[in-house]
T-cell receptor, first 113, second 112 residues
Framework: EAQVTQNPRYLITVTGKKLTVTCSQN?????MSWYRQDPGLGLRQIYY???????DKGDVPEGYKVSRKEKRNFPLILESPSPNQTSLYFC????????????FGDGTRLSIL | EDKVVQSPLSLVVHEGDTVTLNCSYE??????LLWYKQEKKAPTFLFML????IEKKSGRLSSILDKKELFSILNITATQTGDSAVYLC????????????FGQGTILTVHP
């Protein structure tokens, strides 16, 4: 089954403790993205990747890191999480950038105390 | 800075009503306009529009893009309670493929 898998689905942690949210897709898509969703603000793109070792900033990259060492994986790293990064995070993938729709994972709800 | 604005932000209707959701965009190097439906979990894809004036239809849902006025609408006819969701539109563009800017979403509630 074609899917985008995120882990963990839920996480409660404390300020400053490094965390990684993993994202994996099995559709051989070149493009992968991370978004955060906050009430009243819709989905905002954090980072996106056009292929292995090629990434670019979205609209809200501050406080986040990404890497794309393999085509199927695109982890999101919070080196020193802060409470304003409490949010619902989605990973997505698609073929051929803006000319194909994105497939979303089920989301990761992060709470940073 | 790219911007996508949706209206109304929320809408309450009764089953059988027809609704029109609006999306205006300002996206550098615009490529396409996408509509998604989000219920409890991840957004699910509805339409992608790249050409002006060509209506896309899927059952009771239809959508059209006006690239001159930088505007798109999503129509839902004969609404059902299962149409209750957040509807998101997004503009694809930017200097490299992959940049996607979403609007705030329209919360649609359909009462029986």
């Amino acid at each position: 089954e074609a899917q985008v898998t995120q882990n963990p689905r839920y996480l409660i942690t404390v300020t400053g403790k490094k965390l990684t949210v993993t994202c994996s897709q099995n559709m051989n898509h070149e493009y992968m993205s991370w978004y955060r969703q906050d009430p009243g603000l819709g989905l905002r793109q954090i980072y996106y990747s056009m292929n292995v070792e090629v990434t670019d900033k979205g609209d809200v990259p501050e406080g986040y890191k990404v890497s794309r060492k393999e085509k199927r994986n695109f982890p999101l790293i919070l080196e020193s999480p802060s409470p304003n990064q409490t949010s619902l995070y989605f990973c997505a993938s698609n073929q051929q950038g803006g000319n194909q729709p994105q497939h979303f994972g089920d989301g990761t709800r992060l709470s940073i105390l | 800075e790219d911007k996508v604005v949706q209206s109304p932000l929320s809408l309450v209707v009764h089953e059988g009503d027809t609704v029109t959701l609006n999306c205006s965009y300002e996206v550098t190097n615009f490529r396409s306009l996408l509509w998604y439906k989000q219920e409890k979990k991840a957004p699910t894809f509805l339409f992608m529009l790249t050409s002006s004036g060509i209506e896309k239809k899927s059952g009771r849902l239809s959508s059209i893009l006006d690239k001159k006025e930088l505007f798109s609408i999503l129509n839902i006819t004969a609404t059902q309670t299962g149409d209750s969701a957040v509807y998101l539109c997004a503009g694809s563009g930017g200097t490299s493929y992959g940049k996607l800017t979403f609007g705030q979403g329209t919360i649609l509630t359909v009462h029986p």
